[in-house]
């Protein structure tokens, strides 16, 4: 199941009831009291927390530092996207990877 939060205060938005609004503003925070696009909530799928060291998966230094990071909330767009971009990092010429390694790094990827 995936929740929506606020990007503001971090707490669960509600799907917007008002037909009118409900089109261009689809989430609303009663906290904030305010309408946001689809685009703007963070979402984040809740799946049952296994430890790092129980997991079967190679991860890198990096990824664990994304996992154990200090923001809890990480758009699933984003993380999706850098997740497409590792599949297809070694398909990518040479001379291209430390740019976007440089360019990954200044946003925190």
Same mark, same amino acid.
């Given at each position: ?13 509600r *799907? ?5 609004? &409900?089109? =261009?503003?689809p989430?609303?925070?009663s %906290? $904030?009291d305010?309408?946001?696009? /689809? ?11 296994i430890?790092?060291h *129980? ?5 890198? &230094?990096? =990824? ?5 990071? %200090? $923001?809890?909330?990480?758009?699933? /767009? ?5 997740n497409i971009l ?7 010429p040479?001379?291209e990877?430390?740019?976007?390694d ?7 990827l």
């Open positions: 199941m995936i929740k929506y939060y606020c990007p503001k205060c971090k707490k669960v938005v *799907k917007e009831t008002d037909k009118k609004l &409900k089109k =261009e503003y989430y609303f925070c %906290n $904030c305010e309408n946001f696009y /689809k685009f703007e909530v963070v979402c984040k799928e809740n799946k049952p927390l430890p790092l *129980k997991r079967k998966l190679d991860l890198t &230094k990096a =990824e664990i530092k994304i996992i154990k990071g %200090n $923001c809890p909330f990480i758009s699933c /767009k984003y993380k999706k996207a850098y590792m599949e297809y990092w070694d398909s990518l040479d001379e990877k430390p740019k976007i440089r360019k990954l790094k200044k946003l925190g």
